[in-house]
């Protein structure tokens, strides 16, 4: 029997009009899907003000129950401060949650709804409240706060301590929860990036001064679908890397246009935080260049005028400066001098004159090949029994060889006296 396979469902999303998959949207209690994305649906809520999310709890007939929230919030933000904050994290859990048996109405048997809210605050809140507090006891409790805040503040206590004995909202109320892992350090509004960078107005217009002429060859060259000032950055890319490399047919043109394309959707997808999107065009891009050979190892470098040996040191120098003579000495030579000399003269007249020297190296491949053979000789199972004569007739070679040697040295010495006098 075959095994039956589940074919998993795709829908778009009305504000993004992306095709994804069923899980990246939520569900309605009648089983179909919602119109938005999860990221859409979540993109402006934050965790600690209910007016940004609450309509989405009505639009998926759920009730909110704040102490249930917070209590996903704050375990969500103590692990990842941004999506503590904000974003789908936190709304997956609490609707997750809400399916849970105990919140189902025991009468009917259905889960409760939006309507529900009121009812359940009203019935399960005095459980969830905390006895209350007489003046003097707020007043210590304030005062304790105030201790750990100041001790904090002057160093006597690690964060990691002083977040513990601190309730996640003291620590929003005093700015110290995270603040390098939100945008601007607010919490109340922390999608609110535009206070923090130069905005478009304050920066000059690159497109500016193209004339008509110019915008329709641009248009032309890198389509209508582009800004005016990312036709000057892609045209600026594009002589850059004209200059670079060698370009010579109208394949490589092509290829060029293409890549200048990729890497500018690239960076706009990195500078908007979105890094699948990055990754893919980087992937893109990688492949061609490589096809192209648009890489740092095929750059000709026409311009390099950098000198990279001692060769063409000395040719730049006499270029410029004329031939350079050899530095000659004329300080009288010291002992050291002559020693160095007659060294020389030795060891040229040792190599290229001395009749026993190359008799001398051959006696030397001699002596390894014999000891090759014997090493060889050695692994055999049989090893052969050295004899008195095989040991006579050793030491008589040796003598033979010596007498050769004495030979050759009072004939070279005697043809060396000859050459100096």
């Not at 002057?154 to 390098?180: M, R, V």
């Not at 002559?338 to 051959?362: A, C, M, P, R």
């Not at 014997?374 to 007739?393: G, H, R, Y």
């Amino acid at each position: 029997m075959a095994a039956s396979t589940t074919v998993k469902k795709k829908y778009t999303c009305s504000r993004c009009k992306k095709t994804m998959a069923e899980t990246k949207f939520y569900t309605y209690k009648d089983g179909s899907k919602v119109e938005l994305c999860k990221d859409c649906l979540c993109a402006h809520i934050n965790n600690f003000d209910p007016d940004t999310f609450t309509w989405i709890l009505k639009k998926m007939d759920v009730p909110y129950i704040p102490w249930e929230w917070n209590t996903l919030r704050d375990r969500k933000y103590q692990e990842d401060p941004v999506k503590g904050t904000g974003g789908p994290a936190v709304m997956g859990k609490y609707l997750a949650k809400m399916k849970l048996k105990q919140w189902y109405d025991k009468e009917t048997g259905k889960p409760y709804t939006w309507d529900d809210t009121d009812r359940l605050i009203e019935e399960l809140g005095p459980q969830q409240q905390e006895p209350e507090m007489t003046e003097e006891d707020k007043e210590a409790e304030e005062a304790h706060k105030k201790e750990i805040q100041d001790m904090y503040e002057k160093g006597e206590i690690s964060e990691a301590e002083y977040k513990t004995l601190t309730s996640t909202e003291d620590q929003i109320a005093a700015g110290t929860a995270f603040p390098d892992a939100l945008p601007n350090g607010n919490v109340a509004d922390p999608f609110d990036f535009d206070s923090q960078y130069m905005s478009e107005d304050e920066l000059p217009d690159p497109a500016a001064e193209l004339t008509d002429e110019d915008k329709i060859y641009l248009a032309m060259k890198w389509g209508r679908l582009y800004k005016p000032n990312e036709w000057v950055s892609l045209e600026q890319k594009y002589v850059e890397m004209e200059n670079s490399f060698d370009i010579q047919d109208a394949d490589s043109r092509n290829t060029l246009i293409l890549l200048c394309k990729t890497d500018l959707k690239m960076n706009q997808a990195l500078d908007c935080g979105d890094i699948d999107g990055y990754q893919k065009l980087s992937r893109v891009s990688d492949s061609l260049r490589k096809s192209a050979k648009f890489t740092a190892a095929q750059n000709k470098d026409k311009d390099n005028e950098q000198i990279d040996c001692t060769g063409v040191l000395v040719a730049v120098c006499e270029r410029e400066g004329g031939f350079i003579p050899p530095d000659l000495c004329n300080v009288k030579q010291d002992m050291i001098d002559v020693s160095i000399k007659d060294t020389q003269k030795y060891l040229y007249n040792l190599v290229t004159k001395d009749l026993g020297f190359g008799q001398q190296i051959e006696n030397y491949l001699k002596k390894i090949q014999l000891e090759h053979d014997a090493m060889k000789a050695s692994e055999t199972d049989e090893v052969d029994e050295i004899t008195d004569e095989n040991i006579a007739e050793y030491y008589e070679r040796i003598e033979e060889e010596k007498e050769k040697d004495s030979t050759i040295t009072e004939e070279s010495n005697a043809y060396n006296r000859k050459e100096d006098s």
